[in-house]
């Protein structure tokens, strides 16, 4: 049954073009130049997606179109009381501040004309993804690097200028440029020697470092459930603690006189990252990459959330809260 005028004789080479040359743009397979464009733009979309919906990134990281930020200082002078003539003294806010280290990176694909011309596309979707796969491992390590360094990234090769700094989590001012006291709460005080990096004895994992933990964040304010991130290599000790108490393993049936964990404990399969259990209020997440006797334990406030969490790091000795954005 004819469905309208336009058939196959409509599809013919144009006047001014040239079919051999034109045949130099596309891939032995037919594909041509801007399918190919069009393949790595798709797979970079799906990549920023992936990252800003991932379940463990989402909650360590927030997106700013500003390269600065600002942030309430703790500082409080009280009140006075009334008196019928008299004036209250006037009070105001301090703030402090940083940058956010902005850098550019890079990665080639190095095709030739020719090669384009002569590969096949099932070759030219393996470079791509090789190239997200790069990308995606560059977003971990300067995430993870970033949680765990304790002192300040400076200068122009960090995006910084001159005298610009991204300081460490929740050190003391003696260890960075910016001079931050935290904010006071529950009747607590806090100066800007205020220091949440505490070392663990014997450089393992122990009950204590995780009472700790629980401890420095809710001096802040911030309230159970933490969330802590381990290494591989920690995993045996810390499940092995008194007071640990696992998540349910898939196609395991407990008994009535099993205490696990309840709350939700999903894989992340890009990240490679599990939950184990619990401890001290404390969800414990195993993270590849992160190195033994180092850790990152932090409360979330939702994916992408711009009220960045307090966490504390620590490192063969050394623990901390984040008490800044």
Same mark, same amino acid.
């Given at each position: 049954m004819a469905l309208g005028t336009r058939d196959t004789t409509s599809l013919?080479?144009?006047? %001014?073009?040239?079919?051999?040359?034109?045949?130099?743009?596309?891939? +032995?397979?037919? &594909?041509?130049? $801007?399918?190919?464009v069009a393949q790595i733009n798709i797979a970079m979309g799906a990549l920023n997606a992936e990252l800003y919906n991932n379940p463990l990134y989402g909650t360590l990281a927030s997106y700013t179109d500003q390269p600065d930020i600002e942030y309430n200082m703790g500082a409080s002078a009280g009140m006075e009381l009334h008196t019928e003539y008299g004036m209250p003294d006037n009070q105001r806010a301090i703030t402090e501040g940083h940058m956010l280290p902005l850098q550019?990176?890079?990665?080639?694909?190095?095709?030739?004309?020719?090669?384009?011309?002569d590969a096949r596309l099932n070759q030219i979707q393996a470079d791509i993804a090789l190239g997200i796969q790069d990308i995606r491992d560059r977003w971990r390590v300067q995430l993870f690097t970033r949680l765990l360094k304790r002192g300040d990234?400076?200068?122009a090769a960090n995006g910084? %200028?001159?005298?610009?700094?991204?300081?460490?989590?929740?050190?003391? +001012?003696?260890? &960075?440029?910016? $001079?931050f006291t935290p904010p006071t709460f529950g009747g607590s005080t806090f100066s800007s020697t205020h220091e949440h990096y505490v070392p663990i004895a014997g450089g393992a994992f122990t009950a204590a470092v995780f009472q700790d933990i629980r401890a420095e964040l809710r001096e802040h304010g911030h309230m159970a459930p933490y969330d802590v991130?381990?290494?591989?290599?920690?995993?045996?000790?810390v499940r092995g603690l008194?007071?640990?108490?696992?998540?349910?393993?898939?196609?395991v049936a407990y008994g009535t006189s099993v205490s696990l964990a309840t709350f939700q404990a999903e894989d992340d399969e890009?990240?490679?990252s599990y939950y184990i259990g619990i401890i001290e209020d404390c969800r414990v997440r195993v993270v590849p990459g992160m190195?033994?006797?180092?850790?990152?334990?932090?409360?979330?406030?939702?994916?992408?959330?711009?009220?960045?969490?307090?966490?504390?790091?620590?490192?063969?000795?050394?623990?901390?809260?984040c008490l800044r954005p």
């Open positions: 013919v080479t144009l006047t %001014g073009w040239d079919a051999a040359e034109l045949r130099k743009f596309a891939l +032995a397979d037919g &594909t041509t130049y $801007d399918q190919v550019k990176w890079d990665r080639g694909l190095g095709w030739t004309w020719d090669y384009l011309k990234d400076s200068g910084l %200028g001159t005298s610009g700094l991204s300081p460490g989590f929740a050190t003391t +001012a003696g260890s &960075t440029g910016v $001079d991130l381990i290494g591989i290599s920690d995993e045996t000790t008194t007071g640990f108490v696992p998540v349910a393993q898939q196609q890009r990240s490679g190195p033994q006797y180092y850790g990152f334990g932090y409360k979330t406030y939702g994916m992408n959330n711009p009220a960045i969490r307090c966490a504390c790091v620590w490192s063969a000795g050394v623990q901390c809260p």
